[in-house]
């Protein structure tokens, strides 16, 4: 029996969750979900977006499953997803980007996954204004040798361990020449232990360029905190979009997974959400327990009911009548 912190999120995110929920428990695998609030449903039930029993949890488990959560955008809390991953020392996030058979992309045959540094950079949260008037802020980008080594020491590892054959340190060391710098040194060191493992460097906005011109060139990504942010939405759009895409936040002795697109208030309760990219998440989380049979299961399931594109939601289908919950017991059924 594994126990679980379960955050059902924001707008889409119980509708998702609750379907994803449900696949996983019919995979056979014994989960207890402990249920959480976090967001702005914990703002409006405790006051606070993450409230303190949701800390507890997620301290006693160690593994979170978490729906998507509502930051507004300038003004407020900063970034809820942000704080847990500080607060849990998630430092890696691992974002897969691959082509889906049924799902309408420019490319065929891409296979990404970024690996981000997730605690340290200019999402720090180091920032403030300079003046009164608040009409200067500045913001600083914290980059630590400990941090870029075990970045790239998992992106290492990652590839290592699941059959990959590249690594791609992106950087902008051209002109950051000490926090990217850092970063492109270590990257060095720490691939120069890894022969069998190929290796290169691409500046970042060169690294852009090529991703939308012959995206088959890469296989693993490994870059900086928001750089990663930038280049792992750029890759979920070669493939399909947020809708469609997992993400994993790890740490040493932590790990949350989650669904990495908004809360979608404006389709909130209206029953036409993907939840592929939560079911997904799930997938990615079975792996990490150990689950591997219930994750391919489900997996290949998924990816059935995505290719036959008759029991999916409408972005995948315009002619779809398929809700949410419908995709779900199809997929259910297809396990």
């Known amino acids: 029996m ?5 955050i059902k999120g924001d707008g889409i995110g119980p509708s998702i969750i609750d379907v994803a929920v449900k696949i996983i428990n019919a995979s056979g695998v014994k989960i207890n979900w402990e249920e959480a609030d976090a967001g702005m449903a914990a703002v409006e039930k405790h ?3 993450i409230p303190d029993a949701t800390l507890a949890s997620i301290e006693k488990n160690r593994i979170a499953f978490k729906g998507p959560l509502t930051t507004p ?8 997803n942000v704080a847990l991953r500080q607060e849990y020392d998630l430092y890696a996030n691992v974002r897969p980007a ?10 065929d045959n891409v296979d990404i996954v970024v690996v981000r540094e997730n605690t340290e950079g200019l999402y720090a949260g180091l920032e403030h204004y300079l003046t009164k008037e608040k009409d200067m802020a500045e913001s600083i980008a914290l980059v630590t040798r400990k941090g870029c080594e075990r970045i790239v020491e998992y992106a290492f590892q990652y590839a290592k361990q699941n059959g990959r054959k590249k690594v791609t340190a992106c950087h902008k060391a051209n002109i950051l020449k000490f926090s990217s710098g850092l970063f492109l040194d270590v990257a060095k060191e720490i691939a120069a232990r890894y022969p069998e493992i190929e290796f290169n460097e691409v500046i970042v ?4 360029m090529h991703l939308v011109m012959n995206p088959q060139k890469f296989d693993v990504i490994v870059t ?4 990663g942010d930038i280049l792992s939405d750029l890759t979920a759009g070669l493939v ?6 997992p993400g994993a936040n790890i740490g040493a002795n932590a790990a949350l997974f989650e669904a990495v697109h908004g809360s979608a208030p404006d389709i909130a309760g209206k029953n036409i959400a993907n939840p592929t990219a939560v079911i997904m998440a799930g997938v990615m989380m079975l792996h990490h327990l150990g689950e591997h049979v219930a994750a391919e299961k489900i997996q290949t399931a998924v990816e059935k009911i995505i290719s036959e594109g008759k029991f999916v939601t409408p972005d ?3 002619d779809s009548k398929t809700g949410t919950i419908e995709m779900g017991e199809a997929i259910i059924a297809s396990m």
């Open 2 to 6: 594994h126990n679980v912190t379960l």
């Open 47 to 49: 006051g606070t977006p």
């Open 73 to 80: 955008v300038g003004k407020g809390f900063r970034s809820i």
């Open 98 to 107: 691959k082509t889906w058979k049924g799902a309408q992309t420019r490319f």
């Open 205 to 208: 906005d060169a690294a852009c």
């Open 224 to 227: 900086t905190n928001m750089f």
């Open 240 to 245: 399909g979009g947020l809708g469609l895409i």
């Open 316 to 318: 995948l289908n315009p």
